[in-house]
C-alpha cells in the first residue's frame, strides 16, 4: 500500500493540525481578551488566563511535536524533512511562548503571523 493511503500515516497528523489550530488560535485570542470580556464572549485565552495561557501553548506546542514526529516515522521521512520540517516547528515552539507577553495584547498576533508563516512553509 502506498504511504499516501496508508491511514497510519495521515491518523497522528490530524490531532496535529487540529492542535496547531487551538495553539495559534489561543495565542491569537489574546489581542481580543478585553474587548471579549466587555462583550461576555468566551476564549480559551480568557479561560486560561495570564497564569497559564504560556505552559499551555508550550505542552500543546509538544504534543504538536510527537504526533508530526511520530507520524514522520512511519511515512519514513527522509532526514532533510526531519531537519527542516521538524526543526523548524521545534525551534519555534520554543520560541513562540517567550515573545509571548500576556500583558501585551499585540504579542499574540506576533505569535499568530510566526505561525501563518510556518503553514506556508
Do not use: H
Request: aromatic share 12%; glycine share 14%; with cysteine.
Amino acid at each position: 500500500m502506498s504511504t499516501m493511503l496508508n491511514l497510519s500515516v495521515r491518523t497522528p497528523l490530524f490531532p496535529a493540525y487540529g492542535s496547531w489550530t487551538i495553539y495559534f488560535d489561543t495565542a491569537y485570542g489574546l489581542q481580543d481578551i478585553a474587548g471579549d470580556r466587555e462583550l461576555g464572549i468566551g476564549s480559551l485565552a480568557q479561560c486560561l488566563g495570564k497564569r497559564y495561557t504560556r505552559g499551555f501553548l508550550l505542552v500543546l506546542g509538544m504534543a504538536i511535536l510527537i504526533l508530526l514526529g511520530y507520524g514522520a516515522i512511519i511515512a519514513e521521512c527522509s532526514t532533510i524533512f526531519w531537519m527542516f520540517g521538524i526543526g523548524t516547528r521545534a525551534r519555534s515552539i520554543v520560541y513562540q511562548p517567550s515573545i509571548l507577553n500576556v500583558d501585551d495584547p499585540r504579542s499574540g498576533g506576533r505569535v499568530f503571523g510566526i505561525n501563518i508563516v510556518l503553514g506556508l512553509l
